[in-house]
């Protein structure tokens, strides 16, 4: 009689278990799906022609930039049997004066080289107003009304944002040059 009910217990637990077997169904809600708030495109749009007054002059626009600037100092040393290099900056002799040579013009010499700059740079991409207001209406698209960003891109998305990645990168970023 004992197995017999322990059987049937048994098949009870397994049918529920067949019956409800979504593992993630209590799951956290961050992941549940939820739809994504957008823009109109009016509002879009609107958004865009405001920008592109601001960043349009004649029929290039600045799409992508950057500002930089900065200083520093570079000390380099040299050590070594020839003609002394000339480097720039202000080279100060701890060996030989770089006049005074052996017979065949080179000699031992040691050196240091100290350098200061400073600088200052600017570079802008600039495109044409149907290449500003394509990626600017996609990039729009990837934001929600909220502010939050949308959590699946589609793969004409991802591709402006390959386009606008590669925007940004050839953009020069501007550093002290040794």
Not at 54 to 68: E, K, Q
Not at 109 to 130: D, E, F, M, W
Request: proline share 4%; net charge negative; hydrophobic share 30%.
């Amino acid at each position: 009689m004992n197995l017999k009910f322990l059987s049937t217990a048994l098949a009870v637990v397994l049918l529920s278990t067949v019956v409800n077997a979504d593992e993630f169904d209590g799951g956290s809600p961050e992941y549940d799906p939820r739809p994504n708030p957008h823009y109109s495109e009016s509002e879009i749009q609107r958004k865009i022609e405001n920008e592109m007054a601001v960043a349009c002059r004649g029929n290039l626009c600045s799409i992508v930039g950057t500002d930089s600037s900065g200083e520093g100092w570079t000390v380099s040393f040299q050590v070594g049997y020839g003609n002394t290099p000339n480097g720039t900056g202000n080279n100060f002799y701890i060996g030989t004066d770089g006049k005074n040579h052996g017979a065949n013009g080179s000699d031992y010499y040691a050196g240091i080289t100290v350098t200061y700059k400073n600088y200052s740079c600017q570079s802008t991409l600039r495109v044409t107003p149907s290449v500003y207001r394509f990626v600017n209406t996609y990039m729009y698209n990837m934001v929600n009304t909220d502010g939050s960003t949308k959590r699946n891109f589609s793969p004409a998305d991802q591709t402006v944002i390959l386009f606008y990645t590669t925007m940004l990168n050839k953009v020069d970023n501007c550093k002290a040059n040794n």
